[in-house]
């Protein structure tokens, strides 16, 4: 795969304001739907772990940790399926595959319902990492494509994301307790399934795919390049660490250190989705705070204050730990936006989703184990050990910030394209300085 090695075109003239049109009506509503898309990406995998002892009783297992290992090859997928859906999404088309996840995930998500055994419920997970392992590679690149100001995109993506999640945690316990594990599966599926055959009427029609599109930005040397892949690859593998096992093992962390609270699932699955719901407001803030100011510093500072939190949060306890948790929530969360500002700031849009597709798979691959390790750990050394080595990968991820090439300003976006961009037609802007 060639990477393109540029940076975005200084000093050009605005491109002009084309007139609102069906057209751009229609990017909006698309843009809506890639927003949705994330939310029911993230909340797909992990009504598992969130359901998690409910299943292990209903299947007569006796620990929660004994059954979590099953879920590895949905995260395994979701990794190493980002970079065959990178290159059909840049080669084939963004939209066509959009339309492949959207269909892929409520079918997946109804087979995991049918499941009937640990084996069979590995069997139909496995599928669903495949088909939610296009979002990221495909959603994003084509949501941020001719963005005026594409850190605030990607924040309020990243919002989107995370109330998914926070979703997961409040529509789980619900489903749980009223109508059984199985239809916290089935509900969500018939939503994807919906906003699939909305895209479909929706989503404009790309003429040509992203990679036979004219270039838009200015060569960086090889040397800046490499540099910048090697930060990027380092810090979204330890970001995507902490995010599994954080989102995967949150549910149980407050099961166990809030119990002389309540032990009602549907209690502790509204207060997990208030500790999503609060952090993931920290993703605007931060998108905003990137169109504005070097990359680099906020990147550091986001960082850094994850690993006291994890500290403190070690050895809490009831209303305490709930505090904690929204703050690293908060932290973990405000770092998400910065591996996908880096992507669209030095590589052209050509080949985004190649480039996204290729972090993702290393990185999601790797961080699986996080899904795996999850139910062993905690059943043998417990959540305070894992909170500490949380704090311990939050300070590598601080090496692999200090990598990235020294701060510049911000990159203009491209003008956008009529074929598949999810904002129809907009004005380039000059670059912010």
Request: net charge positive; hydrophobic share 55%; proline share 6%.
């Amino acid at each position: 795969m060639a990477i393109d090695t540029r940076v975005p075109l200084a000093g050009s003239a605005p491109a002009p304001r084309a007139a609102p049109d069906e057209a751009a009506r229609h990017g909006g509503a698309a843009a809506l739907l890639l927003n949705v898309a994330h939310a029911l990406d993230h909340l797909m995998l992990l009504v598992f772990a969130t359901a998690v002892s409910a299943i292990a009783a209903d299947f007569g297992i006796a620990r929660w940790e004994d059954l979590m290992p099953y879920a590895t090859g949905a995260f395994v997928m979701f990794g190493l399926g980002s970079l065959p859906s990178g290159r059909l999404g840049d080669l084939w088309g963004r939209r066509g595959m959009m339309l492949v996840f959207f269909f892929g995930l409520g079918a997946s998500s109804l087979l995991v319902a049918a499941a009937q055994g640990p084996w069979q419920i590995f069997g139909a997970l496995t599928l669903m990492g495949l088909f939610a392992s296009i979002y990221h590679p495909v959603g994003i690149p084509m949501l941020v494509q001719g963005a005026a100001r594409p850190g605030w995109v990607i924040g309020v993506n990243g919002l989107a994301g995370n109330l998914g999640i926070a979703a997961a945690a409040l529509s789980t316990g619900l489903l749980v307790k009223y109508a059984g594990w199985r239809a916290a599966f089935v509900v969500p599926g018939l939503v994807a399934i919906v906003c699939g055959i909305a895209f479909a009427r929706i989503a404009p029609r790309e003429a040509t795919p992203p990679a036979r599109r004219a270039p838009r930005q200015l060569e960086l040397s090889p040397a800046t390049v490499a540099q910048v892949l090697l930060a990027l690859t380092l810090t979204s593998t330890t970001a995507s660490l902490i995010f599994n096992f954080t989102t995967n093992g949150n549910a149980e962390l407050l099961a166990e250190r809030m119990r002389a609270v309540t032990a009602d699932p549907a209690l502790l699955g509204v207060l997990l989705a208030m500790v999503y719901v609060v952090a993931s407001f920290a993703q605007l803030a931060v998108g905003r705070a990137i169109d504005r100011y070097p990359l680099k510093g906020l990147f550091l500072a986001i960082v850094a204050t994850q690993v006291p939190l994890f500290l403190l949060a070690s050895g809490a306890q009831g209303w305490l730990l709930y505090g904690v948790a929204i703050a690293f929530m908060a932290f973990v969360f405000g770092a998400i936006p910065f591996t996908d500002a880096i992507i669209v700031r030095y590589v052209d849009d050509r080949a985004r989703s190649r480039v996204a597709g290729l972090r993702l798979t290393v990185s999601f691959g790797i961080s699986s184990l996080a899904v795996w390790l999850l139910g062993p750990f905690v059943k043998s050394a417990g959540f305070d050990a894992l909170l500490l080595t949380m704090a311990g990968i939050a300070m590598v991820t601080l090496l692999g910030v200090a990598l990235l090439p020294r701060p510049r300003a911000p990159a203009t976006n491209e003008p956008a394209v009529a074929d598949g961009g999810a904002h129809g037609a907009r004005p380039a802007l000059p670059p912010r300085r």
